[in-house]
């Protein structure tokens, strides 16, 4: 469909508007007729920012995720990664309407993707094994926060026995990044262009 000459609103308040569906109805509620509602326009006028329903969520999920609080860089790339499993945990406990995002595939680039990139690379991990690794992380900080948002919500009648999942998430990310960059490291090495096949030289005459 084509986009409106004229914006009649600002991709910011489309954004905020689909947040606040999703937080207090679901995923399931937002659609773009129901944009359109709230924002008191025809529903096509959304195409003048967005191309269609998945650039909005997507939108709205990297506009969320920029709330995560990055820990201060270090040296130590494990323990930065960790960190910041944990800070990325606590935000989607805070705002569990991100989760069916994340898991329906709408996990835009942000800065702490940037970051986990390079100190994957500092760690001696291709550039082709790292969307791997990084889906791996994520899908373990998700189980993660949906373990807590559950134990919250069985409340009182639930054990007095509370786990300290902050703990449990930081040592099983450890545990990971050691498992996966030790099979990286355990892979045959190909070898060097300098010793790959080549066709023998014939004997001199």
Known sequence: MARPKEALISPEAVIQTALRIMEHEGLEALSLRRLGTELKINGTSLYHHFANKDEILMAAARHALREIELPPLADDWEKWIADNAVAYRRLLVAKPYLIPLMLNGIRPRTLATAV?????????????????????????????????????????????????????????????????????????????????????VPPSA
């Open 116 to 200: 986990t990139e390079t100190k994957l690379t500092e760690a001696g991990v291709p550039a082709a094994m790292q969307p791997e690794m990084i889906h791996a992380l994520d899908t373990t900080v998700i189980g993660s926060a949906l373990v807590s948002i559950a134990a919250a919500r069985e409340g009182k009648g639930a054990s007095p026995m509370r786990f300290d999942h902050e703990r449990i998430l930081r040592r099983t990310i450890e545990v990971l990044l050691q498992s996966l960059v030790n099979d990286f490291r355990s892979l045959p090495r190909r070898a060097s262009r300098s010793t790959r096949t080549k066709k023998p």
